[in-house]
């Protein structure tokens, strides 16, 4: 009897060990669910990689074009260019920091910046591309088109990555990229652009100016061209491996290093004006004190001669 006591102890405990260190395995989807519910696992600590082209390596400087007194364009021009380019670049900015880009303004409001100042401020940032949004105008009326101007090799890539998309998603002509000696471009130490985002003196492209969704077109293009300027194809010839996979191509561009700044050129003029002004004054007043001189010396001879004579 004692016997059978211990043997049924025996048996009991290992069915109670059964139960409690191997649970027998759930018969349906809902069991095994509440089975993951009721039985935690450890969670493993894992590093979030954010995608390349939303990391905030890279300070975006934009540039809205003119401001303040400065309206930019033509005389009697109707639709203000500077109110257009600092449109376009607020729209721009929300577009960038959408990618995770640190955007920096050289003007958020309608204000006059010099253009010293402009460059001081992309300068500024080491890490940065500079980005100046402007629209065109002519006294010839059918003038249309994007441009895209670029001055240094370094700003190329850019250059063609903007008009790439730019010109690619506007209805208007595609005037090709250029290099061109701007103030804003020749000065700045980073890569740079300027982009003529069409003529406000066209009357087709004034009235595509003036519509909300294409300006939010035209930034979206341009930060579009930001986020994807590394995708250029090389010149190289060691990089044609690269260059086969790049989805944008190195646009051609037009060298118009010989024209003058239109901008500087209006300054220069205004002083040197003012400075011929100062000199032909300085001349007739030394002119003036020489005949006055001269008249003195002579009554001087005369009057000695006189006394002479």
């Known amino acids: 009897m004692r016997k059978y006591f211990l043997l049924s102890l025996l048996l009991a405990g290992s069915f109670a060990g059964t139960a409690v260190y191997a649970l027998p395995p759930p018969s349906s989807l809902s069991a095994r669910e509440k089975r993951a519910v009721a039985t935690p696992t450890p969670i493993a600590k894992s590093r979030v990689v954010v995608p390349e082209g939303r990391r905030p390596s890279t300070v975006v400087v934009i540039d809205p074009g003119h401001g303040g007194f400065d309206r930019g364009g033509i005389p009697h021009q109707r639709v203000p260019e500077s109110m257009m380019n600092l449109d376009v670049a607020q729209r721009l900015k929300a577009v960038l920091q959408a990618y995770g880009y640190h955007v920096v303004m050289t003007r958020d409001s309608d204000v006059f910046i010099p253009l010293g100042t402009r460059v001081a401020i992309a300068n500024s940032y080491r890490d940065a591309i500079f980005v100046c949004i402007h629209f065109n105008a002519t006294p010839r009326s059918s003038a249309s088109g994007i441009e895209t101007y670029f001055y240094s090799s370094q700003s190329l890539p850019l250059a063609s990555a903007i008009h790439y998309y ?18 804003v471009l020749r000065r700045t130490t980073i890569p740079s652009v300027l982009v003529e985002c069409g003529f406000l003196t066209n009357p087709t492209e004034a009235q595509y100016a003036q519509s909300v969704t294409y300006r939010q077109k035209l930034a979206e293009e341009i930060g579009r061209g930001v986020r994807e300027r590394s995708m250029v194809a090389s010149s190289s010839t060691s990089n044609r491996l690269a260059a086969n996979t790049a989805t944008v191509p190195l646009q051609p561009f037009i060298d118009q290093t010989h024209y003058h700044d239109p901008d500087l050129a209006r300054s220069k003029h205004k002083r040197s004006k003012s400075s011929s002004k100062s000199t032909s004054s300085k001349r007739k007043h030394s002119s003036d004190s020489d005949s006055g001189s001269e008249t003195k010396s002579k009554k001087k001879k005369s009057k000695s001669a006189n006394t002479e004579g």
Request: zero cysteines.
């Open 166 to 183: 730019v010109a690619g998603g506007a209805p208007s002509a595609n005037r090709g990229v250029r290099r061109r000696g701007f103030f």
